[in-house]
């Protein structure tokens, strides 16, 4: 795997374990909300935490709201009964696989407007256990305060298999909030 696509996983895996819901959010229908209950559980990583896994709804909801079924259809990750297409979607969101720039776009969209950033930060815990609840705190308002804009461009230029233009200075930022953890390891 060449450094740049490394990095870009990197980049989103970080994301990935930072994004979370604040609750169920949409008018949708009796379909979509039916594909979205079938998508919730396979937007959560097998190390996922508990931020990801409050967050699976939300994200499910707003994604499909966003681009509709017949995308999620077309691109296959959903069956035409709705059913979720689990490994599609897990290869989607760890960069195995690629999706059209519409389906990415609401995706990217959707996990950054359910995104709680204070949860992620508790989900950090784990995996830096010395990290006190300052560290945890400013590591939470290092992410709030990183460029949206560049951070959807990141993630729909990942799940869409395509380079990302101007976000290397996201990549930079993000990498500074990674390090307020990171710091707490040795």
Same mark, same amino acid.
């Given at each position: 795997?060449?450094?740049? %696509?490394? !990095?870009?996983?990197?980049?989103?895996?970080? &994301?990935?374990?930072?994004?979370?819901?604040?609750?169920?959010?949409?008018? +949708?229908?009796?379909?979509e909300q039916r594909a979205a209950d079938n !998508?919730?559980?396979?937007?959560?990583?097998?190390?996922?935490?508990?931020?990801?896994?409050?967050?699976? @709804?939300?994200?499910?909801?707003?994604?499909?709201?966003?681009?509709?079924?017949?995308?999620?259809?077309?691109?296959?990750?959903?069956?035409?009964?709705?059913?979720?297409?689990?490994?599609?979607?897990?290869?989607?969101?760890?960069?195995?696989?690629?999706?059209?720039?519409?389906?990415?776009?609401? +995706?990217?969209?959707?996990?950054?407007?359910?995104?709680?950033?204070?949860? &992620?930060?508790?989900?950090?815990?784990?995996?830096?256990?010395?990290?006190?609840?300052?560290?945890?705190?400013?590591?939470?308002?290092?992410?709030?305060?990183?460029?949206?804009?560049?951070?959807?461009?990141?993630?729909?230029?990942?799940?869409?298999? %395509?380079?990302? &233009?101007?976000?290397? @200075?996201?990549?930079?930022?993000?990498?500074?909030?990674?390090? &307020?953890?990171?710091?707490?390891?040795?």
């Open positions: 795997m060449p450094a740049s %696509t490394r !990095l870009a996983a990197v980049v989103v895996a970080a &994301i990935a374990v930072g994004t979370t819901a604040l609750a169920g959010c949409s008018d +949708l229908s009796d379909d !998508l919730a559980p396979a937007l959560v990583q097998p190390q996922g935490g508990e931020a990801e896994r409050d967050a699976s @709804g939300c994200v499910a909801e707003t994604w499909v709201g966003e681009v509709g079924t017949d995308a999620l259809v077309a691109e296959q990750l959903l069956a035409r009964n709705l059913d979720v297409r689990r490994e599609k979607v897990r290869a989607l969101l760890s960069g195995d696989r690629t999706t059209s720039r519409e389906v990415a776009r609401g +995706l990217a969209s959707a996990r950054l407007d359910c995104a709680d950033f204070d949860a &992620i930060s508790l989900d950090q815990e784990r995996d830096h256990p010395k990290a006190s609840a300052k560290d945890l705190d400013d590591y939470a308002d290092c992410l709030k305060g990183l460029d949206t804009d560049e951070w959807r461009a990141s993630l729909v230029a990942f799940y869409a298999g %395509t380079k990302p &233009i101007g976000t290397g @200075g996201f990549r930079q930022d993000l990498a500074a909030c990674t390090r &307020i953890l990171t710091a707490t390891d040795r």
